[in-house]
Nanobody
Framework: QVQLVESGGGSVQAGGSLKLSCTAR????????MAWYRQAPGKERELVSG???????TNSDSTKARFTISQDNAKNTVYLQMDSLETEDTAVYYC???????????????WGQGTQVTVAS
């Protein structure tokens, strides 16, 4: 069974920084890419940043100047360095990974449990 284990969320003042990490654990044949999404109260879940197996990065316009995604392929781990945080960044942040596991025929989407990020003014 594959699990995505997230850490690094918390509370911070506006202008501060946080670093999220997410590790995929289990028997994984291949990792096609990992990403971070977020969902604020009353809003749809949105992509923050993603990186595929080849290292191509996709960023949302609202965070690309402040957030940096990176990955450690050997550890099936993705990080999100969040700088210059704003109150509008308050949300639950979810890790997503497209993984090929024993039960899959190709890479399938897996989700983490989410980690709360709260930015106070």
């Amino acid at each position: 069974q594959v699990q995505l284990v997230e850490s690094g969320g918390g509370s911070v003042q506006a202008g501060g920084s946080l670093k999220l990490s997410c590790t995929a654990r289990g028997y994984i044949f291949d990792n096609c890419g990992m990403a971070w999404y977020r969902q604020a109260p009353g809003k749809e879940r949105e992509l923050v940043s993603g990186v595929n197996r080849g290292g191509t990065i996709t960023n949302s316009d609202s965070t690309k100047a402040r957030f940096t995604i990176s990955q450690d392929n050997a550890k099936n781990t993705v990080y999100l360095q969040m700088d210059s945080l704003e109150t509008e960044d308050t949300a639950v942040y979810y890790c997503a990974a497209d993984l090929w596991t024993a039960r899959d025929h190709s890479c399938s989407r897996y989700w983490g449990q989410g980690t709360q990020v709260t930015v106070a003014s």
